[in-house]
């Protein structure tokens, strides 16, 4: 991914496509399944955020999710689902209907795992105290050369692996054996959100959110930063759509077209973000949903109008997808 700016012909194209792109909660619903993490566990919802069911997990099969404290990172990766809560990590097998507790690891925060699950067993847990690795999918994990600080946000683009928390932006050409960084020109303090480009191995651009306020960029794998926009704004998620970078901020909700050169301030933020999720990708329009300290909401189109779209008033730490392989049924909440 390069500084550039797309020809005026092509992004007028693509923004035409995404405006075109079938509307899930206008029309026919999506048959994705939205998770959800909150303060008190895990949620699901099979209508595009309509209603909500608590996942607690069968009485009669494996564990119970009562009392797992909040749910802080979701990934599904088809029936397979995986958990990190407060009181460690869990998985499922059969899209969250029963679980197995695999390690009861305190203060997870966010979970990452290997891009080809089935071949690489590797999981790194992102905590309160640092970040660990398992070997083994999840059953026990160990310390890597990063510890004594929090990890919130992670990426392995490979073959680095990204690490963002108390310590700004730190990364590992080791799988997590050594960390470098934070680079030059990085503000001293915690990073809340990070972005990478798609063809980080042979471009390592990296743009990074931290505490002080603003975007900024790194063209070198994060050794060397500079500013990229959005100074005085506190952003809480970073994610790319297509070409576009969006920017979830705490007063504001912007899109760069011209990779952080400038931003559109698209909308005011109906909350204070978590979690930003376009569950579609760049070929299924701009439908996007904000987990917020006020709730969850859903845009049709890229933020530019917001709507509830459940948990009104209530923190929501994360919202994950993954095609469902059936329907299934559980306590509803709006």
Aim: proline content about 7%; charged content about 20%.
């Amino acid at each position: 991914m390069r500084w550039r700016v797309l020809p005026g012909a092509a992004l007028a194209a693509w923004l035409a496509a995404s405006a075109a792109a079938p509307q899930p909660r206008a029309g026919a619903l999506t048959t994705l399944t939205l998770f959800a993490g909150t303060a008190e566990g895990l949620w699901r919802s099979q209508d595009w955020g309509r209603s909500w069911d608590r996942v607690r997990g069968r009485v009669a099969a494996g564990v119970r999710l009562d009392e797992i404290g909040a749910a802080r990172s979701v990934r599904p990766l088809g029936a397979r689902v995986w958990l990190a809560a407060d009181a460690g990590v869990y998985v499922s097998e059969d899209f969250g209907e029963t679980w197995t507790a695999l390690a009861a690891t305190s203060g997870a925060r966010v979970l990452l795992l290997s891009r080809y699950p089935e071949a690489d067993l590797t999981v790194f847990l992102g905590t309160e105290a640092g970040l660990l690795r398992s070997r083994d999918g999840g059953r026990t994990f160990s310390g890597t050369g990063l510890a004594g600080t929090a990890v919130h946000r992670l990426e392995w683009p490979g073959p680095a692996l990204v690490a963002a928390g108390g310590r700004g932006v730190l990364v590992s050409r080791d799988e997590g054996v050594q960390f470098a960084g934070p680079g030059a020109g990085l503000p001293e303090g915690p990073v809340g959100a990070i972005a990478v480009s798609s063809f980080f191995a042979v471009d390592p651009v990296l743009f990074a959110a931290p505490a002080s306020g603003g975007v900024y960029r790194s063209p070198d794998g994060g050794d060397t930063w500079s500013a990229a926009g959005l100074g005085g704004e506190r952003v809480r998620d970073l994610a790319w759509l297509g070409p576009f970078l969006y920017a979830a901020g705490e007063t504001g909700f912007y899109r760069s077209t011209d990779a952080g050169r400038s931003w559109e301030r698209l909308s005011t933020s109906p909350g204070r973000p978590a979690c930003l999720l376009f569950p579609l990708g760049a070929g299924g329009g701009p439908e996007a949903f904000l987990a917020t300290d006020r709730g969850l909401f859903h845009t049709p189109d890229a933020g530019t109008h917001w709507e509830p779209a459940g948990f009104a008033g209530q923190e929501v730490l994360e919202v994950a997808t993954f095609p469902p392989p059936e329907a299934s049924s559980g306590t509803k909440r709006r």
